[in-house]
């Protein structure tokens, strides 16, 4: 049977790019963004489904809609970034945007979608972190960015132990350094380069692997 991915921020960058590897890998792929209506896909194996991450209302409205739905990998990828956070140039109101959308909505998708990861044989939630979060990277800037990524990465390793018993695999990943609009022209590698690595990592994680920080090439990060 078929496996189902819901992938959300499958609109443009790494995350479309997960969706197409995806569907080239053979799985039925909802891909999740705030305006599906101007989702461009023309692959059968896709299908766009609307879902803004930082309102409960949108989450409650897309779970329904798919509570009968098996769920056999979730992969929270949507969110921000605001290269002009530091001190003495914050702007707290994107520091809180960056909590929401990076940190808070994560969980918020994972719990709300958890009757439909249940049914899966190996059900897998992902959260597309960065080693900027990574507490022992020493480097400056970016400080909502940063913060939010390390609040992500702490979140994925609490929900790991919390659906333990349940057999559900819960791991933050970094995607690489990667050629879109939040990682700029100089990065190292393209969007269909991480989507590659990532359907690797993550197809092949085991409940052992749970809980862990690991990045696109599957090597381990350190937290």
């Known amino acids: 049977m078929t496996e189902t991915v819901l992938i959300s921020g499958a609109n443009r960058g790494i995350g479309l790019a997960l969706a197409k590897r995806f569907a080239d890998g053979g799985f039925r792929v909802l891909a999740a963004c705030r305006n599906p209506a101007a989702f461009a ?17 949108s989450v409650m409205e897309l779970a329904a809609e798919l509570q009968d739905e098996t769920i056999s990998i979730l992969v929270n990828n949507a969110g921000v970034t605001d290269k002009e956070s530091s001190l003495g140039d914050m702007n707290y109101d994107k520091w809180i945007e960056a909590f929401a959308v990076n940190a808070v909505a994560p969980f918020r998708v994972a719990e709300a979608f958890l009757p439909q990861l249940k049914k899966a044989k190996t059900p897998k939630i992902i959260t597309v972190t960065s080693m900027m979060g990574s507490l022992l990277r020493s480097a400056d800037g970016y400080h909502a960015y940063r913060t ?6 702490k979140m994925m390793q609490l929900l790991a132990l919390d659906l333990e018993k349940d057999g559900i695999i819960a791991c933050p990943v970094h995607p690489g ?3 879109t609009d939040m990682g700029g022209l100089r990065a190292e590698i393209t969007p269909e380069d991480s989507a590659d690595g990532l359907f690797t990592l993550i197809t092949g994680l085991k409940q052992e692997d749970s809980g862990r920080f690991w990045q696109w090439n ?3 990060h350190p937290w």
């Open 177 to 179: 350094w990667v050629k």
């Open 41 to 57: 896909n023309d692959n059968p194996h896709i299908t766009p489904v609307g879902l803004d991450v930082t309102s409960a209302e």
């Open 148 to 153: 939010s990524k390390a609040a992500a990465n």
């Open 218 to 220: 599957g090597e381990e």
